[in-house]
């Protein structure tokens, strides 16, 4: 399964979400950076990627376990209308559920900018608050982890875990997504 197939899985199993019938409705387009964590720099991994585009984005190289923008084509000043993923080779190297978990935390903040409603449970309210607790909300504006962005991402987890139960817990799957992010 190619990542971008990976991320397409994991939108409907997370958020019921047909993400490639979004890519096609939108026109919208995907490009895939891969970081060379020991070279430090980023790499194509998926999409159209020039190799002056390459050139441009390791003039400012910064280290990362993954990342998501929906409208790349204006920071990257690219021609057509396109969103970015972000994946460390060690992200894309781990096992599939762990990788899972990590397209369901870019997935949420694609489905929080592309203002796609998901209507989160209580128990989603409550997994939501626990996991913004203990992701330095003090880093909101440059992480958009926001409350409203936790609580869609304990959605998408509880979602994930209730069709694969690859967590003993909801909780463990949240935690697994917000790995790379927890401070306390």
Avoid: W
């Avoid at 993923?85 to 190297?93: A, C, G, H, P, V």
């Amino acid at each position: 399964m190619t990542t971008l197939e990976r991320i397409q899985y994991v939108a409907q199993l997370a958020f019921d979400f047909d993400f490639e019938e979004y890519l096609k409705r939108t026109g919208k387009k995907v490009i895939i950076l891969e970081v060379d964590t020991i070279q430090k720099r980023f790499l194509p991994h998926y999409g159209h990627v020039s190799s002056a585009l390459i050139e441009r984005v390791n003039e400012s190289y910064e280290h990362a376990q993954a990342g998501f923008t929906l409208d790349a084509h204006l920071v990257l000043s690219l021609k057509d209308n396109t969103a970015l993923f972000l994946f460390s080779d060690i992200t894309l190297n781990s096992n599939p559920i762990d990788l899972d978990t990590i397209i369901i935390h870019e997935l949420s903040h694609f489905m929080v900018l592309s203002r796609n409603e998901v209507q989160p449970s209580i128990e989603a309210y409550k997994l939501g608050r626990e996991i913004y607790d203990i992701s330095s909300p003090e880093y909101d504006e440059i992480t958009q982890h926001t409350e409203d962005y936790c609580r869609l991402l304990a959605q998408g987890c509880i979602n994930y875990n209730e069709k694969t139960r690859n967590f003993r817990r909801n909780a463990d799957a949240a935690k697994s997504a917000m790995r790379f992010d927890m401070m306390k």
